[in-house]
């Protein structure tokens, strides 16, 4: 099975920087999931760590690289860390 690739919106540095300072740890985990996508885990292995299945982390990545950080939208809130920089 050949493995989801994700869009370059952010390097590898930027996505650990935002897991640092996103303060909602739901945000912190979709950044993991991307960042562990990027370094090349499976979905199914990402979903045993966060606690979500892998369709999830397939739809946070399909989001994420259609609409970039707007993916850390969770429940009518959106990350406070800076969109441009």
Known sequence: MKGI???DHHTEQEL???IRS????AIRDR???LLWIL???KRGEIGRRLGVTRTTIREWVKRYNREGD???K???KIN???QNE
């Open 5 to 7: 690739e994700l869009a």
């Open 70 to 72: 707007s993916l850390m």
């Open 16 to 18: 650990e920087d935002r």
């Open 39 to 41: 370094q090349g885990e």
């Open 31 to 33: 950044y993991r999931a």
């Open 74 to 76: 969770v429940k009518g």
């Open 22 to 25: 996103a303060r909602d740890a």
């Open 80 to 82: 406070d860390y800076p």
